[in-house]
């Protein structure tokens, strides 16, 4: 694992900023990264593109990830010059009625590994699986070569409530998996789909080792806006404490 994403994991401070699996645009990415950079985010998630990989690595020396559910893409992003992979986040194939049951998610971990051992690997849990079965399958997937596990979670959440109350809510599926989770697995655990700065600490106090942003941040309409969100989220994860969770440190 790269040494800054594995110290910010070991204090519980790792900030992913996520452009999105299926965003292309490299105006929009490009944004994303060097606001990312100017933030104090710990690292990046990109789509499995090699040009933007390309992209992103003329822009910033954060760690750069790449997101995708097809394996094979994830050799040539490698190749130029991805740091680290993610199997997922998978929210934004719900709307189009797409699932990812646990068998395929575990057939693709085997896949990815098989094409590329030596890679840091995070994969993401589906939420739409009951939290039980999301511990069992962090389990195997761990046992399968995952170095690192994401939750998710918000996107399909409806907060009854506005406000601060309505982040908690939005934010509530991927924060009980998390906790459920990081108590399962010896790996650092990465919340993410609905977090907020509000719910940011509290993903690190359910034992997260950090937490992934994505929409909260890609979809503002300026850079200024993007540095502030990653800003508020990175002040917000250093309220909390600083000792280190379960997860072994060679990770």
Known sequence: MHSTLQRACTIRRAL?????????????VAAVVRAAE???????????????????KRLTKLPVCVSAVEP?????????????????NFDAFYAQGRRFEAEEVLALTYQTRE????????????HILTLDKQVQLAEELVQAGADIIQTE???????????TVGLIEKAAPTL????????AVAIPVLCASGISNVTAPLATAAGAAGVGVGSAINQLNSEIAMIAAIRGIVEALATTSTSAHSFSPEY
């Open 153 to 163: 979670g918000g996107i399909n959440t409806k907060p009854v409530h506005g406000g």
């Open 16 to 28: 992913k900023v996520i452009s999105g699996l299926n965003n292309f645009d490299k105006d929009n």
């Open 72 to 88: 094979e893409k994830f050799r040539k992003a490698v190749a130029a010059g991805a740091d680290l992979i993610e199997i997922g």
């Open 115 to 126: 094409l590329l051992p030596e890679v840091t690997l995070s994969v993401t849990v589906p």
């Open 176 to 183: 009980a998996a998390a906790y459920e989770i990081s108590r």
């Open 38 to 56: 100017l933030g104090g985010a710990t690292f990046v998630d990109i789509a499995a593109d090699p040009e933007l990989v390309k992209l992103a």
